[in-house]
């Protein structure tokens, strides 16, 4: 991802993030603070988040680390 136009480094940041943190992101990055926004965590940084969730299709958070292996062949 590129943050800004005027970058000249390239790092690789590993650590898990969830897009349920976007908005999180988006106030860091910008400097947009608000009383509904408490960030865990640096969202750009090594920081760990602690467990990461994604929401499925019935709009209920689920742990990444319970979801099972969706296995596929290429033909």
């Known amino acids: 991802m590129v ?3 005027d970058d000249k480094a390239h790092k ?9 943190d976007f908005l999180s992101f988006f106030s860091q990055w910008t400097g947009i603070q608000a009383a509904e926004i408490t960030p ?4 750009i940084s ?3 988040a602690g467990p990461v969730y994604i929401t499925n299709f019935q709009q209920q958070k689920v ?4 979801l099972g292996t969706d296995e596929f062949t290429v033909n």
């Open 46 to 48: 090594e920081q760990k």
């Open 3 to 5: 943050l800004s136009s």
């Open 63 to 66: 742990d990444y680390a319970h």
């Open 12 to 20: 690789v940041i590993k650590a898990q993030r969830s897009a349920n």
């Open 40 to 43: 865990r965590y640096r969202f």
